[in-house]
């Protein structure tokens, strides 16, 4: 069971997430809409699923104490975005959703990062 955290702040979007992670029979470790974490937010390893009203850059920023060896960050970010491959390794980021995606887009996304391979959902690849 892959243990997960969701920091999402918008909390429509929150709840969601986890009855598609809890779907997924994933084990979520917390859950929050808090724009500031605290002490018992942190992880020593699994996935953390994240979105933020801000920008990419800023985002990243706010990421920062998660970058650490055996945590992958997934981002959930608006359809339209455009980010590209270089900026998600850049920032350390391992996966890249939209706000809509469905839960075969988590599953995917999930068992692609399992195998130790990042994923971009194919609505971000430019051709």
Request: proline content about 7%.
């Amino acid at each position: 069971m892959m243990p997960v955290a969701l920091w999402i702040l918008y909390p429509y979007l929150l709840e969601s997430v986890i009855r598609i992670v809890h779907g997924l029979r994933c084990r979520i470790l917390w859950a929050t809409s808090k724009p500031r974490l605290g002490p018992e937010h942190r992880m020593d390893a699994g996935v953390l699923i994240a979105s933020f009203n801000v920008a990419f850059e800023v985002a990243v920023e706010q990421l920062q104490p998660f970058r650490t060896p055996g945590i992958k960050i997934v981002l959930l970010v608006h359809p339209g975005s455009m980010i590209s491959s270089s900026e998600l390794q850049a920032a350390g980021v391992s996966g890249l959703l939209p706000w809509n995606a469905g839960e075969g887009d988590y599953r995917v996304c999930l068992d692609t990062l399992e195998r130790g391979q990042a994923y971009i959902h194919p609505n971000f690849l430019q051709s």
